[in-house]
């Protein structure tokens, strides 16, 4: 089955860009998303990307996919304090309906 | 407000009680997901619904019990629980169907925090 991984933890500066990584092991992934959790609350799609793409940006947020290493990250530009959560990657196998999720990064955003 | 609805929030609970957590989307999707967060754990996936038949049961102990009467419910049936099983535990649905459209992603619910003493 798929494995996906994340770093456990990242630490930036507010106003700094933040650049959280995943990587994944089935080359046959269709969609890849991320999910941001805030304290306390369940988990909020962030955006996603589909496998026959490199690149998507979405105002603050990018999105980047590297098939051939199974990489998969995401910028946040000009990181604020409202951005500190827990930010989960998900990978979507083809031929099934169910996402493999990461153990998610914990970004903290200091002044 | 994400279209998925779970209650109670907060939920406390001896051993030999027995409570059900409840979850509701209104977002026309046919399944629906129990997941068990713990500290420093990975999510858990624990039972998938499709079109209301389980598809999904991940080694779960017997004292969680799911029911899905419909593709827009989902319970689970909490009966002598451990305080090992204390956790957040997160309801979720997404649409299966819809070919070529439908980007797969699940919608959470913001969840239901038991606590078992």
């Known amino acids: 089955g798929e494995d996906v991984e994340q770093s456990l933890f990242l630490s930036v500066r507010e106003g700094d860009s933040s650049v959280i990584n995943c990587t994944y092991t089935d080359s046959s992934s269709t969609y890849l998303y991320w999910y941001k959790q805030e304290p306390g609350a369940g988990l909020q799609l962030l955006t996603y990307?589909?496998?026959?793409?490199d690149m998507k940006q979405d105002q603050r947020l990018t999105v980047l996919l590297n098939k051939k290493d199974k990489h998969l990250s995401l910028r946040i530009a000009d990181t604020q304090t409202g951005d500190s959560a827990i930010y989960f990657c998900a990978v979507l196998e083809g031929g099934s309906y169910i996402p493999t999720f990461g153990r998610g990064t914990s970004l903290i955003v200091h002044p | 407000e994400t279209g998925v609805t779970q209650t109670p929030r907060h939920l406390v609970m001896g051993m030999t009680n027995k409570k059900s957590l409840k979850c509701e989307q209104h977002?026309?999707?046919?399944?629906m997901y129990w997941y068990k967060q713990s500290a420093k754990k990975p999510l858990e996936l624990m039972f998938v619904?499709?079109?209301?038949?389980?598809?999904e049961n991940n080694s779960v102990p017997s004292r969680f019990s799911p029911e899905c009467p419909n593709s827009s419910h989902l319970f689970l049936h909490l009966h002598t629980l451990q305080p090992e099983d204390s956790a957040l535990y997160l309801c979720?649905?997404?649409?299966?169907?819809?070919?070529?459209?439908?980007?797969?992603?699940?919608?959470f619910g913001e969840g239901s925090r038991l606590t078992v003493l």
């Open positions: 990307i589909f496998s026959n793409m």
């Open positions: 977002l026309g999707h046919n399944a």
């Open positions: 979720a649905s997404s649409l299966t169907s819809g070919g070529v459209a439908n980007t797969g992603e699940l919608f």
């Open positions: 619904y499709n079109f209301k038949e389980q598809t």
